[in-house]
């Protein structure tokens, strides 16, 4: 079902978190609560005290001990769906405060008005020094001239701050369990057709504690051959298969 853009969405937040016990607290404080029915945190393991500084927070906590970025969000993606109705969209947020959690409700907009079915804040020009580096810059630039030669899709970041229509997210059937997450969702997106913009966002420094991957040299190549080998494997797939077909826009 699209929305009509006078209707007020329901909208829900995974947040995933790993030993995010420093920035949590200030996290929640931040979420503008006034647009979203429910908060998740997904605690990916924890060894500190995230998950009960989130239930302090008022974030619904779901546990997902298998480690993996997209382990994460997919657990909090089956909490929601286990409530039973489920919200027009769903937003995804990190734990470090990084990207700036005001900013949901522009990120939100576009889907509302039924502009758009996924809306990815990009981190490039308003980055504030230091909060990039310069292997995240060289993996963003290459993966998005790869998601644009491959499917014609325009965007610069694989921002992790973004929103989806809930019933275009069953439609790409996510599997990737680690940091293939964000480019397999809008590798697919783009390929089925879906309508993907983004928002230019403010990206600051992580809050407090330390990254788990940009400021680890094995982290940063880790990830960044993960988001190659899923855009080859995304590739060769749709070139294999033909892309599911989805309603145009305007059309339930």
């Not at 995010?20 to 979203?36: F, K, M, Y």
């Not at 974030?59 to 382990?71: C, D, F, K, L």
Request: aromatic share 4%.
């Amino acid at each position: 079902m699209r929305l009509q853009p006078c209707d007020q969405p329901v909208v829900d937040l995974v947040i995933p978190a790993l030993n995010e016990e420093a920035n949590v607290l200030a996290l929640l404080a931040a979420v503008p609560r006034r647009c979203l029915r429910h908060v998740v945190l997904a605690d990916n393991g924890s060894t500190d005290h995230t998950a009960e500084r989130a239930r302090a927070g008022g974030a619904v906590v779901v546990h997902e001990p298998r480690r993996g970025y997209g382990s994460a969000c997919l657990a909090g993606l089956r909490w929601i769906a286990d409530q039973g109705q489920p919200p027009h969209i769903v937003a995804f947020l990190d734990a470090d405060l990084a990207d700036d959690p005001t900013l949901l409700p522009s990120l939100l907009e576009p889907i509302a008005t039924d502009r758009a079915d996924l809306v990815i804040a990009s981190r490039l020009k308003h980055a504030e020094p230091g909060a990039l580096t310069t292997p995240q810059r060289l993996c963003n630039t290459l993966s998005c001239a790869a998601i644009r030669l491959a499917t014609g899709c325009r965007v610069t970041d694989l921002g992790p701050m973004r929103a989806i229509r809930w019933a275009s997210l069953q439609q790409l059937h996510m599997q990737d369990t680690t940091w293939g997450w964000t480019v397999e969702m809008q590798f697919k997106a783009a390929a089925y057709g879906l309508r993907v913009t983004q928002i230019d966002a403010p990206y600051r420094r992580r809050h407090a504690g330390k990254s788990k991957i940009s400021r680890s040299l094995t982290g940063s190549v880790r990830a960044g051959c993960k988001i190659t080998t899923t855009l080859a494997r995304l590739w060769w797939q749709t070139r294999r298969a033909p892309c599911p077909t989805h309603p145009q826009p305007g059309q339930p």
